[in-house]
């Protein structure tokens, strides 16, 4: 694995990680690279300081914190939303009708349905909305 400072036509700066210096080239050249923070599609590498390491020294930041503006509010999104809404799991779609139909009571609910359940919430017009994030497994 390999880790790369990114940037964009219009200035901001990320990192990703890349399984190797080809990989990165072949996502590049096939114009498969976009902005973390503004989904622009024009990125380049941007200059880095050699990592290099220094015995016992602390990273500046936790890996589990956000590393950029738009992690953050990713983050800050789904810590809202996952308090405000109660996890159903795999009955969603089923939950959805019923809440729809008024067979269930009326709450803000999330979790998980196949492309062809979303499809059919759709099309009999039940309101839904995927999450740019996969439910957490809890045990």
Known sequence: MIRYSLRCARGH???SWFASSAAYDELKAAGRLT???CGGSDVDK????PAIASGGAEPERPLSAPA???EQF???LRRRIEAGTEDVGRRFAAEARAIHAGE???R???GEATLAEARALIEDEIPVLPLPWRSRVDG
Do not use: G, K, N, Y
Request: hydrophobic share 55%.
């Open 46 to 49: 941007a200059m880095m300081t």
């Open 108 to 110: 803000p609910i999330r």
């Open 68 to 70: 950029s503006a738009a």
């Open 13 to 15: 700066e990320f990192d």
């Open 104 to 106: 269930a009571p009326q």
């Open 35 to 37: 902005c973390a923070v």
């Open 74 to 76: 990713l983050a800050e």
